[in-house]
Antibody, heavy 120, light 106 residues
Framework: QVQLQESGPGLVKSSETLALTCTVS????????WNWIRQPPGRGLEWIGY???????YYNPSLKSRVTISIDTSKNQFSLRLSSVTAADTAVYYC??????????????WGQGTTVIVSS | SYELTQPPSVSVSPGQAASITCSGD??????SCWYQQKPGQSPVLVIY???KRPSGIPERFSGSNSGNTATLTISGTQAMDEADYYC?????????FGGGTKLTVL
């Protein structure tokens, strides 16, 4: 079955850019919608944005000015870049796949999550 | 911006039914889904498209959505169901999560 694995630096300096990659295994990335979600320590979930296999994207308006999500179908990967990070961006970052062929039913496959700490 | 409101906590005795609500303006006009998250683990989708269960999710999990409220019901609650539960919906421009409900089975 499809599995997702996040990778990237666990420590990012304040004001710099956070960059993470999600590798898809057990299936093709060339369909469906692919998402990034984060969870600050002890808090709830926040959706960051999605990328469709065609490359089209949609971002959370609250993060839109700092977020870029891209996809590389040749590597079966999609990526997140979040610029000008602050301590408020410290969180567990998850990648996830939308169920079915839409972006509004729910996300049925999640990565294990990767912790990113923003240091001053 | 759109908001989804959940009770912070719900308690239930083993074997009893647990209901967790999620409220939002005209939520019934949107598709809702529910995630279960246990400590240190990734969320797991337990209900999608209001009422559907992904494969592998026990039949005791069910969902409904009408008016301004979506409800996750766990019938015959088991100790293994103790977890945080999050509702989620799409509102025109963003996926929105509720604040989460801690389900305690005692």
């Amino acid at each position: 079955q499809v599995q997702l694995q996040e990778s990237g630096p666990g420590l990012v300096k304040s004001s710099e850019t956070l960059a993470l990659t999600c590798t898809v295994s057990g299936g093709s990335i060339s369909s469906r919608y692919w998402n990034w979600i984060r969870q600050p320590p002890g808090r709830g979930l926040e959706w960051i944005g999605y990328v469709f296999y065609s490359g089209s994207t949609y971002y959370n308006p609250s993060l839109k000015s700092r977020v870029t999500i891209s996809i590389d179908t040749s590597k079966n990967q999609f990526s997140l870049r979040l610029s000008s990070v602050t301590a408020a961006d410290t969180a567990v970052y998850y990648c996830a796949r939308d169920i079915g062929d839409t972006y509004y039913y729910g996300m049925d496959v999640w990565g294990q999550g990767t912790t990113v700490i923003v240091s001053s | 911006s759109y908001e989804l409101t959940q009770p912070p906590s719900v308690s239930v005795s083993p074997g009893q039914a647990a209901s967790i609500t999620c409220s939002g303006d005209k939520l019934g006009d949107k598709y809702s889904c529910w995630y279960q998250q246990k400590p240190g683990q990734s969320p797991v989708l337990v209900i999608y498209q209001d009422t559907k269960r992904p494969s592998g999710i026990p039949e005791r999990f069910s969902g409904s959505n009408s008016g301004n409220t979506a409800t996750l019901t766990i019938s015959g609650t088991q100790a293994m169901d103790e977890a945080d539960y999050y509702c989620q919906a799409w509102d025109s421009s963003t996926k929105v999560f509720g604040g989460g409900t801690k389900l305690t089975v005692l």
